[in-house]
């Protein structure tokens, strides 16, 4: 009985040893370490986004004709409503500096209700923000001039990278659109921009 249990521990070693089971055992793949930059392949829970970038604006305020280098702006908060997809409150802004006819600066600022769709793993997006908002412009002759409250979207497209288990840091094109009424004349707003976002997800 001592010989035959023996013989089964000889065999045992000599098999563990063996070139053979050496190169099997070095080729199997290793088990990745827990890690908070490990990508994720799904978005869900709470979700807020900040971004902010450069562009050009256009406007028609007052029947003048507005145009000028601008910068957008964007504070987005809300949740994951399914995977992938966030529901989220939103204040958005676009303002235009150094334009013509006497105005120095124009802005449009607005709230609204917003959706963004990610394809997964690509970390690819879409936005799309309905809500109110209003028009004001400073100048040389009329210091600030305020429109009545209108309607103001803007839709984005945006890829992003994981920079943790949880923040990621992106690029997106934006357009932002708004009219409003200003004492009889319709103001309607145009914008533009490439703005860097970062989003906790």
């Known amino acids: 009985m001592m010989r035959v249990i023996g013989s089964l521990f000889i065999a045992l070693l000599l098999l563990n040893t063996s070139p053979l089971y050496a190169k099997k055992k070095a080729s199997a793949p290793a088990v990745a370490p827990d890690s908070d930059v ?12 900040l971004a902010a970038g450069a562009g ?39 303002c235009g500096f150094a334009p013509q006819k006497d105005t120095t600066s124009f802005c449009l600022s607005a709230f609204g209700l917003g959706t963004t769709y990610y394809i997964m793993p690509q970390n690819v997006f879409f936005s799309l923000i309905l809500g109110l908002g209003r028009e004001t412009a400073t100048g040389n002759t009329q210091p600030f001039e305020s429109s009545n409250i209108g309607f103001a979207m803007r ?16 690029l997106a094109g934006a357009f932002t659109f708004g009219t409003f009424d200003n004492s009889g004349y319709t103001n309607n707003h145009f914008s533009g921009g490439l703005l860097f976002s970062a989003t906790y997800n």
Do not use: C
């Open 155 to 170: 839709a984005l497209v945006g890829k992003e990278w994981w920079v943790s288990h949880a923040w990621s840091l992106g």
């Open 56 to 94: 050009f604006a256009k406007t028609k305020y007052n029947k003048h004709d507005l145009d000028a280098a601008s910068l957008p702006l964007e504070i987005s908060i809300g949740s994951g409503i399914v995977e992938n997809f966030a529901l989220h409150a939103t204040v958005f802004a676009t």
């Open 38 to 49: 490990i990508p994720k392949q799904q978005r869900k829970g709470f979700f807020f986004r």
